[in-house]
């Protein structure tokens, strides 16, 4: 942990030792990161003013302060799906900030459903989504309307630097699912953001679903584009 003073204002910051250089360039910039103290909840202004942490810091500290309850319904409206988006590993980061799968599972249901394109509100029937990870992995997060973009993302699980793309054990075949998914356990949509088409879905509650989905194991041996 470092712990430094900010030749600003001169308040206190505790960073982790990996984001001192994330500190710096916020000093550089002249934007202080306003951490609220334990007597009150964030404000819009101090959320949004963590963009000048960088995309993951953001989100941790986001997620870190929704934890410690210092976020309110309101807020979590606002700007959950936005950080999530922005995020490059959101799930990493959730995790590391609130250390359950279930409290990422909470904190998007009392969030109610979410998308970047406000005409667009829960679907009323299921949905045909696609998952590309090792077999191990599929009870997760992310899924999308794209086959292609499940694809892409099996390629890369089979050719995971750690592991030989031939080898099936620890973590399973690389593999596409496809399940569909009732509408209730819809959490957001994704119409903008990356490109992925991304569908975020309670998979505790769609976990028949899921398991009873068609797995394809013909991961292209070409790089899939994207």
């Known amino acids: 942990m470092i712990t430094c ?9 505790t960073f982790r030792g990996q984001d001192y250089c994330l500190l710096c360039e916020v000093m550089e910039h002249n934007h202080t990161p306003r951490t609220p103290d334990e007597t009150r909840q964030a404000t ?26 210092r976020v309110s319904l309101d807020l979590l409206r606002v700007h959950l799906l936005d950080i999530w988006v922005a995020a490059e590993w959101p799930l990493d980061v959730a995790g ?7 409290d990422i599972l909470t904190m998007f249901r009392s969030a ?13 029937s299921p949905l045909t989504l696609y998952r590309g990870c090792h077999e191990s992995n599929v009870d997760n997060f992310s899924w999308s309307t794209s086959r292609d973009v499940a694809v892409k993302f099996a390629y890369r699980a089979r050719m995971m630097p750690y592991r030989n793309p031939e080898d099936d054990d620890d ?6 699912i496809e399940a569909v998914i009732p509408s209730e356990h819809i959490l957001a949509m994704v119409i903008e953001g990356r490109g992925e088409s991304e569908v975020i879905v309670d998979y505790l509650g769609a976990r028949d679903a899921i398991w009873n989905g068609r797995y394809d194991f013909t991961i292209p041996t070409a790089t899939v584009e994207g």
């Open 112 to 124: 109610g459903f979410l998308c970047d394109d406000p005409t667009i509100t829960r679907p009323l």
């Open 171 to 176: 973590g399973g075949r690389a593999c596409v």
């Open 44 to 69: 819009n202004e101090d959320i949004e003013n963590l963009i000048y942490l960088g995309r993951n810091e953001t989100a941790y500290q986001f997620f870190a302060w929704y934890r410690a309850g």
């Open 5 to 13: 003073h900010h030749p600003y204002n001169n308040p206190t910051y």
């Open 96 to 102: 590391a900030a609130m250390t359950e799968h279930s």
